[in-house]
């Protein structure tokens, strides 16, 4: 009697979980079935929602109901507090399973070369979110002090970032943020804050609902200047092909000619400036250096050669995330990711990686939105179900589904389970349920291991 289809899933965040449901639609889980096993680094699941996506964002943090679905079904199993590289390797997972998908995603701050991003005070976009969503890897304190604060970026990173530190305390308490959070962001003295962007309205990568939810703070002041709404025969073309640009230039457009109200916080939009130096003075922070652009026709820009030094002393770099380089696969060192033709991986010599996929930012790169990674997966899939077809395949040596327990067992690998992440939300929301709050994130690893069982 044939039996099921075995496959590992490398990271169990939304890319990971997708893949997986890709695989439970698919023919091969009627007959002969399949057997799903995800690992994932942390002892929690769902990787960017629960350490990635802002903590005030509940409508994008919902997307858990979904994937809940998947990670529900009897053939999927979930090893948390599992370090690829560490605690298990590629040669270990294709001893149990036919096929290993990798879906790690990306958590580290891409490099901007500028001089003084070494300075204290100078910080990663990346390293903030992790701190700001309870990461376990992370300090637990971070240094608020700055009255006036610079965001490089025009992404909804840099949005989020900008938003958490104009935000008061209070407003983000009844959000999941954990209690040393809360307490960080009673300590933030940031009143000014300046987002800024190389190029025009039209370039900018918000989402229209993360750029208008910034104007409903009762404490942030939206500030736009006038003069930087400029548009070129490029940047005209992109509005008329693009709806989501046309509704984000518009309300730049109308923030920009509105007059300056009295909220306590202000927070401004600053575009066609280049940032080409964090100033410093004995290693800290004093201030930022741009250098004003103009468009050239086309959409993109150039230097003018006017600079501008800025009164801060705190900058934050959103300007993009970089995937960690997973070891005994191939990497493209330039854009952090793992090559591939359709989700299968490449080796240097061009051929096929046998039995190894990839999907989701380790595939493509920290690119659009969360929900862009369905596609991501579904495509991957289905060439991993085609080779299946095909025999092109490894056959494990081992793949009974408890050899892969008393593997984890022999290494003394302390690992949480699906049944164990339940025990875990009972315990955040426990905490919150005092407070009113729908959950308080437990952010030490000890801690997230007891309180699951592990």
Do not use: C
């Not at 970089?322 to 191939?330: Q, R, V, Y």
């Not at 593997?407 to 955040?428: I, M, N, P, Q, S």
Request: charged share 25%.
């Amino acid at each position: 009697m044939p039996r099921p289809l075995r496959v590992a899933i490398v990271g169990a965040g939304p890319a990971g979980i997708y893949a997986a449901d890709a695989l439970l639609k698919s023919a091969a889980a009627a007959e002969p079935g399949v057997s799903i096993d995800l690992f994932e680094r942390m002892p929690a699941p769902f990787g960017l929602i629960r350490y990635g996506v802002a903590p005030d964002h509940p409508r994008i943090k919902g997307i858990v109901t979904a994937l809940h679905q998947v990670l529900d079904k009897p053939q999927v199993r979930l090893f948390g507090n599992v370090n690829y590289g560490t605690d298990v390797h590629l040669d270990d997972l294709r001893s149990f399973y036919d096929a290993v998908v990798f879906s790690t995603g990306a958590m580290f701050d891409r490099e901007l070369k500028i001089p003084g991003v070494d300075l204290d005070g100078s910080f990663g976009a990346a390293d903030f979110a992790s701190w700001y969503d309870g990461h376990p890897d992370v300090p637990r304190t971070w240094d608020l002090s700055a009255e006036k604060v610079a965001v490089l970026g025009v992404g909804n990173v840099a949005l989020d970032v900008a938003r958490i530190l104009a935000k008061t305390a209070e407003e983000l308490l009844p959000t999941e943020i954990p209690a040393n959070v809360h307490d960080g962001l009673k300590a933030n003295k940031a009143v000014e804050i300046h987002v800024f962007g190389r190029r025009g309205p039209a370039q900018a990568k918000f989402s229209p609902m993360e750029l208008r939810e910034l104007d409903h703070s009762p404490t942030i002041e939206v500030i736009v200047n006038p003069e930087d709404i400029d548009y070129d025969e490029g940047s005209i073309a992109e509005r008329r092909k693009n709806k989501q640009t046309d509704m984000v230039a518009k309300t730049l457009e109308n923030w920009a000619i509105r007059d300056v109200g009295d909220r306590p916080h202000k927070l401004f939009l600053h575009f066609f400036e280049s940032p080409v130096e964090i100033l410093g003075e004995d290693g800290q922070v004093v201030g930022l250096r741009t250098e004003r652009t103009e468009l050239d026709g086309t959409g993109n820009v150039k230097g003018t050669g006017r600079t501008t030094d800025w009164d801060v002393t705190s900058v934050y770099r959103a300007v993009g995330y970089l995937s960690d380089e997973l070891p005994k696969l191939p990497w493209d060192v330039t854009t952090g990711t793992v090559p591939d033709e359709g989700g299968r991986v490449i080796e240097e010599s061009g051929a096929h990686l046998s039995s190894t996929y990839v999907t989701g930012w380790i595939r493509r790169g920290p690119v659009g939105l969360i929900g862009h990674t369905k596609g991501d997966a579904n495509e991957t899939i289905a060439n991993l179900l085609e080779d299946h077809a095909e025999g092109r395949l490894q056959t494990p040596s081992t793949p009974a589904p408890e050899a892969v327990e008393a593997f984890l067992g022999e290494r003394g690998v302390r690992y949480t389970t699906w049944e164990g992440w339940y025990k875990l939300d009972a315990a955040e929301k426990a905490l919150g349920e005092p407070q009113g709050r729908e959950r308080v994130k437990i952010v030490e690893r000890d801690e997230m291991l007891d309180a699951s069982g592990a």
